[in-house]
């Protein structure tokens, strides 16, 4: 992405700030894709396979009628015309599901069904259009040459050919490929379970009517979206007090049943600042400050060895912090590759300024326009205003080093929902 990969210098935006590069980096390093293990196919729904899936037979594996008619010998009809039918003996019926109830000798024809196997014997079916049969006698008025309206065994899949590839996420169409192959729980990279804490004394859990000063829990539902969408299982672990000792115990109580902690507030230098003296003296969880506006203060590291992601309070700073760096994290413990969203250029239509020295993410609102796209700015810069991500589909990457990102200038857009959705 557009983003310096080196330590920011700039005095305006903060000494020895981490670059969004690297901060990435110094997140991606500490998670591991997930063991693997194997899941009912409904379950594997959306995680990568973790090995090829191989055929052991034929899909199809048997040779089945493509139309409603008899089946015959090529060689028996090879001179038939509606001048001249050629009267074969109907011997039996070729059903659905079923083995045929005759095999084809020379001057026979089977009658049979679309996708019923095909009796031995046969090698073309006639469709019913070009016969006309009498009792036990059907006068065929058209030839059909060997193979046709036969589908063949193997043509969709041979035995041995790889279904689906390791790495492949399993989407509905490569779920109902590995049925069709008679797959019931294939090795997959699990849903990592996220635990998803609030800490904030101030905070009160919706719908619950604010006190003077309170402020609704808004960042656990923002988590649980954005970790439903990546295909993560979110667990909401609900508000946490600023206390050391409550954050530490509902943490360290959870770790049996997490794959990764993700909380919000509490990492900056305030006295309230809980998660930083919860986990500070640890040592397995580190505090740094990233070049971004918004999301600066950040905490990585692990808990009882389980990433620990350390996000800001601000709503806009969660969002935009899990887009820029939990996101990707999350992506590799699933054993995903492509960790990045999509990025377009696009035109600004109003000027998007920023604090020098950092990457500034702009939410904003992409459409199509003309032979491009145009993003439009969803309101202030404040990190605290929800509302402007509510409405936006993109965020607009301001680099370190530029002020303000004119109006009519193109600027590069990580697209998180496609501008149609
Ligand atoms: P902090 O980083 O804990 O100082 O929080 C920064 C700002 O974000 C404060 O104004 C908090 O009230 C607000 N905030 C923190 N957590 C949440 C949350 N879960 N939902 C909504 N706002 C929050
Ligand atoms: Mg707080």
């Known amino acids: ?13 903060g000494e020895g700030l981490l670059s969004v590069e690297d901060a990435r980096e110094k997140v991606l390093s500490q998670v591991q894709p997930l063991a693997t293990i194997n899941l009912p196919l409904t379950e594997s729904h959306g995680c990568v396979l973790a090995e090829d899936a191989v055929a052991s037979s034929d899909i199809p594996d048997f040779p089945s009628s493509a139309m409603d008619g008899f089946a015959v010998r090529s060689s028996d009809v090879a001179a038939a015309s509606p001048a001249s039918p050629v009267e074969l003996t109907i011997v039996g019926r070729a059903p659905i599901g079923r083995r045929p109830e005759a095999t084809v000798g020379g001057g026979e024809a089977v009658r049979i ?3 019923a196997p095909v009796p031995a014997g046969a090698d073309t079916i006639v469709p019913i259009e070009n016969c006309e049969a009498t009792g036990d006698r059907v006068r065929i008025l058209a030839a059909s040459p060997e193979g046709k309206h036969i589908r063949p065994a193997g043509e969709d ?11 492949r996420r399993l989407g509905g169409p490569e779920l109902a490929l590995l049925a069709a192959a008679g797959f019931s729980h294939p090795l997959v990279h699990p849903r990592p379970r996220v635990v998803v804490l609030s800490t904030g004394d101030e905070l009160i859990a ?5 006190g003077y000063g309170q402020v ?13 969408e990546v295909g993560a299982a979110p667990v909401l672990a609900g508000i946490v007090r600023d206390e050391v000792d409550e954050l530490r115990d509902t943490v360290i109580s959870r770790a049996v049943q997490a794959d990764a902690f993700v909380s919000s507030g509490g990492v900056s230098v305030g006295e309230r600042d809980v998660v930083k003296a919860a986990f500070f003296r640890r040592g397995d969880v580190e505090f740094f400050k990233v070049a971004m506006q918004p999301g600066m203060p950040q905490g990585f590291g692990t808990i009882e060895g389980k990433p620990y992601f350390g996000l800001p309070g601000n709503p806009v700073s969660v969002f935009v912090s899990f887009e820029v760096l939990i996101r990707p994290a999350i992506l590799k413990m ?3 590759t492509n960790l990045f969203r999509p990025e377009i250029t696009a035109r600004l239509t ?4 920023g604090p020098k020295g950092k990457t500034q993410f702009a939410r904003v609102l992409v459409r199509p326009e003309g ?14 205003l929800i509302a402007t991500v509510a409405r936006a589909n993109g965020l607009a990457i301001v680099p370190p080093g530029v002020q303000t990102a004119a109006a009519g200038t193109e600027v590069t857009v990580m697209v998180f929902r496609a501008p149609e959705d």
């Open 371 to 384: 032979d491009g796209y145009v993003a439009s700015p969803t309101g202030g810069r404040g990190s605290n």
């Open 157 to 167: 899949v041979k035995a041995g050919e790889v279904l689906v590839a390791r790495g």
């Open 1 to 13: 992405m557009a983003t310096s990969a080196t330590h920011v210098h700039d005095h305006d935006s």
């Open 334 to 336: 699933m054993g995903r």
């Open 113 to 115: 069904a679309t996708g």
């Open 216 to 228: 609704r829990d808004s960042n656990a539902y923002l988590l649980f979206g954005a970790l439903r």
């Open 350 to 353: 109003a000027d998007v300024s």
């Open 206 to 210: 919706p719908p619950g009517s604010p």
